[in-house]
Nanobody, 123 residues
Framework: QMHLAESGGGLVQSGGSLRLSCAAS????????MGWFRQAPGKGRELVAA????????YYPDSVKGRFTASRDNAKNTVYLQLNSLQPEDTALYYC????????????????WGQGTQVTVSS
């Protein structure tokens, strides 16, 4: 089993920034690809970033490309998501997830999930 714990969410004004962290424990973190998802009220979970097991490649959908940046520190068993130029439509619960498929866009393709951290962007 792998345990994932997100942190770093909060309330920020439009145009602001946040840095989310996801700390992993349990299984060998460095062998898993990681994804960041978000879920707004009444909507499904949306992939906003994926990062390869060694951090050598990343993927972002057009909705966040150029504003969000994923990174990881395998020595610290932690993956990060830098959120810049935040807009009210970015308001959601943000989750990290671990899986064996890179750029897996569907939640069921991930094996482990954190509990999420809330990001709220005011206009």
């Amino acid at each position: 089993q792998m345990h994932l714990a997100e942190s770093g969410g909060g309330l920020v004004q439009s145009g602001g920034s946040l840095r989310l962290s996801c700390a992993a424990s349990g299984l060998t973190f460095s062998t898993f690809h990681m994804g960041w998802f978000r879920q707004a009220p009444g909507k499904g979970r949306e992939l906003v970033a994926a990062i390869m097991y060694d951090g050598s490649e990343t993927y972002y959908p057009d909705s966040v490309k150029g504003r969000f940046t994923a990174s990881r520190d395998n020595a610290k068993n932690t993956v990060y998501l830098q959120l810049n130029s935040l807009q009210p439509e970015d308001t959601a619960l943000y989750y990290c997830a671990a899986g064996r498929v890179y750029i897996a866009t569907f939640p069921h393709q991930y094996d482990y999930w954190g509990q999420g951290t809330q990001v709220t962007v005011s206009s």
